[in-house]
């Protein structure tokens, strides 16, 4: 019997198969039930909220043995290689932690890697609602929070690598105190007031300390809480989520065999010293990438110098990124072309291509950004100029963007038409026979093997069409 109006085949399979599928079903309830039109999307946020308790737990863990403080004192530890150099309070705390407390190394990467994966998760899930167009409408409020929850990740991630006091964060503060100082009028007060007077300062690490334990987490909790809340609907049973044990288990499998901050090999921070071939952690290299790629642009207004290679490289990409992130949604209906019905006209149906181009030419961007911040390494280890690496990334971040969108554009069209095609002539088989006419053919089969059967099966003229190449019963055409 044909169901009319029914667009899915009907499932079939014996007890087995049924029994799987309810096991499946028990085992990943949140996949299958939450979010039964997504799954992936619910993954990888259920991801996310698993990494961000796992940095809590350790971080919680850390906070016992860790010393915020800038004071100057000897080494004497361990590490002999740095015995009687001396270092911070801070930096002697994170070298004990790793050295000298049982455990301390491990938890310490596990911290860090568990910081990378939120932010690494939090971006899966966001492409993936993206490239699904799942962020309008009701869906808006859980788009703004996960775009809200990206930067969050990363300043909270970032203010933790600043804590160690090492080389490599003693540099992230010079980078950060050089953008702060290109802001015109208050850029030299937002400096004294954030470090407590002259940059670096003894206070810098202290507030960074209160800002990492207690505000971004209260913030980023917050709004995870925000995005999983519960239904309206009744209560139920809560199961446990395999994705939590694997989570976790793949957070100590890192922090166990793959090094991450070995702060001792960098040693500590010395104002007016940076680490060669330094670059920040991956989430934060397309925020160094324009810093390198900028020209060093300088106006005098007033008798006062601006900094435009540092002001606009520094304000004006994460400011238009995330703006873009959070507003794309509203734009969406311009972009992919979709229209309501306007008096007598009839609706314009939306072209997915157009959001699909905007995507990947927005990857295309971030992607050369983060490239761009290690010019210095790709220079030396290719053996090319400096200079003639930092003009390729100008040229491809100015013009890689819109090559990708025109390019994916037309990909995304010639993949359509042939799915149309082949929806109304077949898949091509590569089988060719020769007709009644002497003439060839190529035998097509339907592009969907699983559909309905028709109510008439075909018979011998079904089948001679199918080889002469005329119209098919699946096609739908007369």
């Given at each position: 019997m044909v169901v009319a109006g029914r667009r899915n085949p009907p499932r079939s399979g014996g007890p087995a198969v049924g029994r799987l599928a309810a096991g499946t079903r028990r085992l990943v309830p949140g996949a299958l039930r939450r979010d039964p039109r997504d799954c992936w999307a619910a993954v990888f946020g259920r991801i996310a909220g698993y990494s961000f308790a796992v940095a809590v737990v350790t971080g919680v863990l850390l906070l016992p043995f860790f010393r915020p403080s800038m004071a100057t004192a000897a080494y004497h530890g361990s590490y002999r290689k740095l015995d009687g150099v001396?270092?911070?309070?801070?930096?002697?705390?994170?070298?004990?932690?790793?050295?000298?407390?049982?455990?301390?190394?491990?938890?310490?990467?596990?911290?860090?890697?568990?910081?990378?994966?939120?932010?690494?998760?939090?971006?899966?899930?966001?492409?993936?609602?993206?490239?699904?167009?799942?962020?309008?409408?009701?869906?808006?409020?859980?788009?703004?929070?996960?775009?809200?929850?990206?930067?969050?990740?990363?300043?909270?991630?970032?203010?933790?690598?600043?804590?160690?006091?090492?080389?490599?964060?003693?540099?992230?503060?010079?980078?950060?105190?050089?953008?702060?100082?290109?802001?015109?009028?208050?850029?030299?007060?937002?400096?004294?007031?954030?470090?407590?007077?002259?940059?670096?300062?003894?206070?810098?690490?202290?507030?960074?300390?209160?800002?990492?334990?207690?505000?971004?987490?209260?913030?980023?909790?917050?709004?995870?809480?925000?995005?999983?809340?519960?239904?309206?609907?009744?209560?139920?049973?809560?199961?446990?989520?395999?994705?939590?044990?694997?989570?976790?288990?793949?957070?100590?499998?890192?922090?166990?065999?793959?090094?991450?901050?070995?702060?001792?090999?960098?040693?500590?921070y010395q104002p007016g010293s940076i680490t060669s071939g330094a670059v920040p952690d991956w989430y934060m290299g397309f925020l160094d990438g324009p810093l390198r790629l900028m020209p060093a642009w300088e106006l005098t207004l007033a008798g006062h110098p601006l900094s435009l290679g540092v002001l606009i490289a520094g304000l004006v990409p994460p400011g238009l990124f995330f703006t873009a992130l959070a507003l794309y949604p509203i734009a969406d209906r311009r972009i992919t072309g979709g229209r309501p019905p306007r008096g007598l006209l009839p609706p314009v149906p939306a072209d997915p291509a157009n959001r699909t181009a905007a995507g990947v030419a927005g990857i295309t961007w971030y992607g050369l950004l983060w490239a761009a911040a290690a010019n210095d390494e790709i220079a030396y280890h290719l053996h090319i100029p400096l200079y003639t690496v930092t003009w390729i990334f100008r040229v491809l971040v100015l013009a890689g963007p819109a090559l990708a969108f025109l390019l994916t554009r037309v990909i995304c069209h010639a993949l359509a038409d042939q799915r149309r095609d082949e929806e109304l002539h077949g898949r091509e088989t590569g089988r060719i026979v020769r007709n009644t006419q002497g003439g060839y053919d190529e035998i097509r089969e339907p592009a969907h093997r699983a559909a309905l059967p028709s109510a008439d099966p075909p018979g011998p003229a079904t089948a001679r069409q199918i080889l002469e190449g005329g119209p098919m019963p699946w096609t739908g055409r007369a």
């Open positions: 001396p270092v911070s309070q801070a930096y002697q705390s994170v070298l004990a932690i790793s050295f000298d407390v049982r455990g301390g190394l491990l938890i310490r990467q596990v911290h860090h890697w568990s910081a990378d994966l939120f932010v690494a998760a939090t971006c899966l899930r966001l492409l993936r609602v993206f490239f699904r167009g799942r962020f309008s409408g009701r869906a808006l409020p859980d788009w703004l929070i996960w775009v809200t929850l990206l930067p969050l990740g990363m300043v909270a991630a970032y203010t933790g690598t600043i804590l160690p006091d090492d080389g490599l964060s003693g540099g992230s503060l010079g980078v950060d105190t050089g953008v702060l100082l290109s802001v015109p009028v208050i850029g030299t007060h937002l400096v004294f007031w954030i470090f407590g007077g002259a940059p670096p300062g003894h206070q810098i690490i202290g507030r960074d300390y209160w800002v990492h334990i207690l505000v971004l987490p209260a913030l980023a909790g917050a709004l995870l809480l925000a995005a999983f809340r519960p239904p309206l609907r009744r209560p139920r049973r809560v199961r446990p989520d395999p994705l939590l044990p694997l989570t976790c288990a793949v957070l100590v499998l890192l922090g166990t065999i793959a090094q991450i901050n070995p702060v001792w090999l960098i040693g500590p």
